[in-house]
């Protein structure tokens, strides 16, 4: 220990800065416990930061009499397939609408129902189009001030130009070109540019959207209830104290020092896939740490060996949150490497995906995560994915982003960097000169472009039904018919890149009840210790219920635990005989 830093003394330590953190500090400071919050990095927010800021809320309060609590339920089941005690399911859905009002009411950030946001496993049954996803409004970080720039910055694909902040709204209207969509651009343009005292201050955007809004909204609550963040403060082991977990011994600046919580640990500081010897030791096939997207060297997985450490139980430490992800060099910092997710831009028309022989292997527009099993099934049967490539012609590129690329009417091939083709971008006139560019057997790429391209004269994809589902039309242009989704790729030329298995964080952690109680190996609650989010096994296993689905439950399991530990506070006040020691 360092003699110059003295112990800290809370009721309750909350390690981690993402959503289900900050939720649940200021939910546990609401019940009258005092909080202290730790980040090892120097920005709060966590991979939430950098999120589409999304939840998936199951029977909310803007779909009411549009959806039910037995149909969600039949959902989750078919989801989870068995793998989640029923009750932790329930738990989910009888807090999680409650969370969202709480927010609303007690703290300021407001979520609102999207109509027609389909959940992902649309084949499943009790699966919904009507809107259990919900997404956060814009917040006016301004009101931070100081701590503004210590928010972690949405990534550049996030923003107009790299600058300006698209919401969930705004990227609807510009990816699908629907009506006033140029209208948009202008006002977006406008009321950046003419906030001209902010941007003296910075170039970042004073409106935040997405999850930075809602790492923003629940900052701005941490302020005014006064708790305590401290960045760059690592959590290195637990303090055990007659079975109870009472606080935590942390670094900063390699100084050791203790935190002491006299009522509880909540443990949210993400799951460990920036970590690549536990990448390698748990994940079912082999992944490199720079194909996730979440912050580089946060998620390495403390609290997990913390908790091992003590005999807290595991489970799906084999499983991540699956997105196929892209290469794209930074464009302001020579010789790094960034990565973009391919959310949605799977599902536009006049694209499709191969493995490595040049076959089509999935629905190009499923969910993201269901796309990552599908390249782990495909690899396994055929070996030849995790890689695959992504094809499109010159009409998807005309129109779409992908990535961080602008679309070809707003960023031409001509102003892309040189060294970035045959190398991050492959282009060529015909199909089969581009199969020979990525070692791809012409005739074969050929004969599935020609297939595909028949299919989309009768939007009907008879190999693996793509455009079927709501889902898979989103995001798509409607006016493009018969199917939104289907374009040819029959103009020249034509493009592919590399596409690999990343994530958006591992879904495994330590075992907890329907409390975020972390569970022994004997299937016991551990007193005083609590994990929620990635730092905890998924209540969705190895599913991916709907947009919002890693938010949704560290959000309302940051709740769950922060009630918990009050009602626990008062049992133990009224009953000295189960007081601590």
């Known amino acids: 220990m360092n003699a110059f830093i003295e112990d800290k003394h809370c009721a309750v330590l909350v390690v981690g800065s993402g959503a289900g953190a900050l939720l649940a500090a200021n939910r546990a400071h609401d019940l009258g416990l005092k909080v202290i919050v730790i980040e090892k990095s120097d920005r709060y927010g966590g991979t939430s930061a950098l999120s589409g800021g999304g939840i998936w809320i199951p029977n909310n309060s803007g779909i009411q009499g ?39 009411q007690q703290i300021g950030v407001k979520y609102n129902a999207v109509t027609g946001y389909a959940d992902y496993c649309q084949h499943l049954p009790g699966a919904s189009d009507n809107g259990r996803t919900m997404f956060v409004e814009p917040v006016d970080a301004g009101v931070l001030g100081d701590d503004f720039f210590a928010l972690r910055e949405a990534d550049m694909g996030a923003k107009l130009f790299g600058r300006i902040a698209l919401d969930y709204y705004d990227g609807q209207l510009l990816g699908a070109r629907a009506t006033g969509w140029k209208r948009k651009i202008f006002s977006l343009i406008w009321n950046y540019w003419s906030d001209i005292g902010w941007r003296l201050k910075t170039r970042r955007d004073r409106r935040v959207t997405m999850g930075s809004a809602l790492i923003a909204g629940l900052r701005i609550g941490l302020q005014e209830r006064g708790v305590e963040l401290l960045l760059n403060t690592r959590l290195e082991h637990f303090i055990v104290d007659n079975g109870f977990v009472q606080g935590a011994v942390v670094s900063q600046d390699c100084n050791e020092y203790r935190i002491l919580a006299n009522q509880a640990v909540i443990v949210a500081s993400g799951g460990f896939e920036q970590s690549q010897p536990l990448r390698t030791a748990h994940l079912p096939v082999q992944t490199q740490v ?37 290469r794209i060099p930074a464009a302001d910092t020579p010789n790094v490497n960034m990565r973009s997710a391919l959310f949605i831009e799977r599902s536009y028309a006049h694209s499709l995906c191969v493995n490595r022989l040049g076959r ?25 994915n995790t890689p695959c490539w992504f094809i499109f012609d010159a009409n998807y590129r005309k129109k779409n982003i992908l990535g961080r690329i602008m679309p070809g009417s707003i960023m031409p091939d001509a102003s ?7 190398s ?90 329907r409390d975020a109680n972390v569970l022994d190996v004997e299937g016991q609650p551990i007193p005083g210790l609590y994990a929620i989010g990635n730092a905890s096994g998924a209540v969705t296993a190895d599913s991916y219920p ?6 949704g439950p560290a959000l309302t399991f940051g709740y ?11 049992l133990a006040a ?8």
């Open 66 to 104: 549009l959806d039910n609590y037995e149909q969600a339920l039949t959902y989750f089941r078919a989801c989870t397939k068995g793998r989640v005690p029923e009750g932790k399911l329930r738990a989910y859905l009888d807090s999680a609408p409650e969370m969202v009002e709480y927010m609303r």
């Open 360 to 384: 089509r292997f999935a629905n190009e527009a499923m969910s993201y995560n269901d796309f990552g099993h599908a390249m782990i099934k495909d690899g396994a049967s055929t070996g030849a």
């Open 416 to 422: 892309l960097p040189p060294e970035w083709w045959d």
């Open 560 to 570: 769950r635990a922060a009630n918990h530990i009050a009602r626990s506070t008062q």
């Open 424 to 513: 991050v971008l492959y282009r060529a006139g015909s199909i089969g000169e581009l199969a020979l560019k990525i070692a791809i057997d012409p005739a074969t790429l050929e004969n599935t472009v020609s297939v595909f391209n028949d299919y989309t004269k009768t939007g009907v994809d008879l190999d693996f039904n793509r455009g079927h589902h709501s889902f898979d039309r989103f995001y798509c242009d409607p006016r493009h018919q018969p199917n939104p989704s289907l374009g040819a790729l029959d103009r020249a030329p034509y493009y592919a890149i590399r596409v690999d298995l990343g994530d958006l964080g591992t879904k495994g952690g330590l075992k907890v009840d």
């Open 574 to 581: 009224a009953t000295p005989s189960v007081a601590r020691v």
């Open 290 to 326: 720079e194909w996730s997207v979440t912050p580089m060297h946060n998620n390495t997985g403390d609290a997990l060996i913390a908790g091992q450490n003590i005999g807290a139980d595991t489970e799906f430490l084999h499983e991540a949150w699956w997105a196929p992800t892209v």
């Open 546 to 551: 709907g947009a919002g689905g890693t938010l």
